[in-house]
């Protein structure tokens, strides 16, 4: 958690910054060429990470099995690696990106070869990942209000993240001796669980592809760097919103994962209900309130090279209310009730959905077309989730709370609209000064209707889930 919170921190600092200095040109660089290595990154660990995790945790206290299946892993990451690596520098001779950008976008994927913490998570050590991991994440800050000052700087921008990420991966190697020894390196079998990690690596490959499928189709159909730099700022600023949003859904899932397997069934629904309650509240709040304060926000907080990006915004913040929905079925009732196959079959029909309409959409409207096809893709996963999860969530009593929280919204919305377009068109008023209206009285507006609706009870409820009661 405390590594979560250093990482939002991270990019909510990082954001209007590197937004400023590299402006949406650059921006989209990165994220194109970043898009294209995680492909190399997904080949290296091909669910060998899952997979190590679990095998770890399986066989916590035996040092000898522990250690076989660490070399286990790291043989067969080697072959991976060398096989992504020769693939990636095929990629960098073919490709239209800059080959030292490239090149120094590969030091991500030497990271892969490097990353042991899937072994410090299977043994519950998870507070030497945290230390340096956050470590890393504020060194990368600093370095980058030092070093990166302008449009110039975007190869230091890479080399900066690309090394937030591989050296924390080095640094965990000097506890490796605590945890693993080398004669049992002699008695591994390698390839007896292939089956097992080819079945593993699916979901999470499928995931990973769909997040970032659209950038890359965006950059390559469009070749237009601008576009793409709009595209990336506004979906870090959903992100980070979505990821605040739905962080409760990581704290119910063990306690959920718990009960089901002492068959308590009641205790899941129960918990979903509660989730989604305290997860749509805050959905709907943020959702329209960042389509009612766009105009106004992406100028003070991307800066004024960004005003382009207002559209995409906009567009973009309906998708807080549909992955929410989408997450909390996912990580609340499908996965803790062992349905994973359930989750994989959304997540690769929304890829495959996201696929063809960028493919339809990014030719003629670029980021936005990007931004349409992710909505419908996203919806369809979320639909695909909650049919799953009707047995154990009233979809009619979800539905009819949704509106509630959606006339609050709608609500905020109007009247920040009539005011925007009313008293303070006529006065002059400091950009930052309005924004700080415009949230409050959004808000009040806001907080008004979910009273009428749910009374005082909603407050000590929504707290009640935040102590996990």
């Known amino acids: 958690m405390i590594y979560q919170i250093v990482a939002m921190l991270v990019v909510v600092l990082s954001i209007p910054y590197i937004s400023r200095v590299l402006g949406p040109d650059k921006v989209g660089v990165y994220s194109y060429s970043y898009a294209n290595v995680s492909y190399f990154v997904l080949l290296s660990n091909l669910g060998l990470n899952w997979y190590g995790e679990r095998e770890i945790a399986f066989k916590l206290d035996n040092l000898a099995e522990r250690s076989k299946v660490f ?120 390839f007896h669980d292939y089956r097992v990690i080819l079945e593993m690596s699916i979901p999470g490959i499928a995931v990973q592809i769909y997040n970032v499928l659209d950038k890359t189709m965006l950059g390559l159909i469009k070749q237009n760097m601008t576009q793409s730099g709009y595209y990336e700022q506004v979906g870090k600023i959903v992100t980070v919103t979505i990821v605040m949003i739905t962080s409760i859904s990581t704290v119910m899932a063990p306690n959920v994962a718990k009960h089901y397997s002492n068959g308590d069934t009641d205790y899941v629904s129960e918990a979903a209900t509660k989730t989604y309650k305290f997860v749509m509240f805050l959905a709907y709040a943020l959702s329209f309130g960042l389509v009612a304060v766009a105009n106004v926000f992406v100028p003070i907080f991307l800066g004024k090279k960004f005003e382009g990006a207002t559209p995409l915004l906009v567009a973009y913040s309906f998708l807080i ?9 996912g990580n609340v009732i499908l996965t803790p009730i062992k349905r994973h196959n359930k989750g994989t079959i959304a997540v690769v029909s929304g890829a495959t959905i996201n696929f063809g309409l960028n493919l339809i959409f990014i030719p003629r409207y670029a980021a936005m077309g990007a931004v349409v096809a992710t909505i419908i893709a996203e919806i369809a996963v979320t639909i695909i989730h909650l049919v799953y999860s009707k047995d154990i969530i009233s979809l009619k009593k979800l539905f009819v709370e949704n509106c509630k929280f959606l006339i609050g919204g709608i609500t905020m919305l109007a009247l920040i609209y009539i005011l925007d377009h009313g008293i303070f068109s006529r006065i002059s008023i400091n950009n930052k000064l309005l924004l700080v209206v ?9 907080i008004g209707i979910v009273l009428l609706f749910f009374g005082k009870k909603i407050f000590k409820e929504l707290v009640a889930i935040l102590k996990n009661d």
Do not use: C, H
């Not at 070399?71 to 096989?83: P, S, Y």
């Not at 949230?439 to 806001?446: E, L, M, Q, R, W």
């Open 438 to 446: 415009e949230v409050a009285v959004g808000a009040i507006a806001y």
């Open 71 to 190: 070399f286990q892993v790291m043989i067969l990451k080697i072959i991976t690696f060398t096989v992504s690596v020769l693939a990636y520098f095929i990629y960098v001779k073919l490709s239209s990106v800059s080959v030292i950008i490239s090149l120094l976008q590969g030091i991500v994927l030497v990271a892969t070869i490097f990353d042991i913490s899937w072994l410090f998570r299977g043994i519950e050590d998870f507070k030497s990942i945290t230390i340096w991991q956050s470590t890393l994440k504020v060194f990368g800050l600093i370095a980058m209000f030092l070093f990166v000052r302008s449009e110039k700087d975007l190869l230091v921008y890479i080399i900066i993240q690309g090394l937030v990420t591989l050296v924390p991966n080095v640094i965990l190697w000097g506890y490796l001796s605590r945890y693993v020894q080398l004669k049992y390196i002699k008695q591994v079998s390698i």
């Open 321 to 329: 209310i549909i992955i929410s929905l989408s997450n909390v079925a």
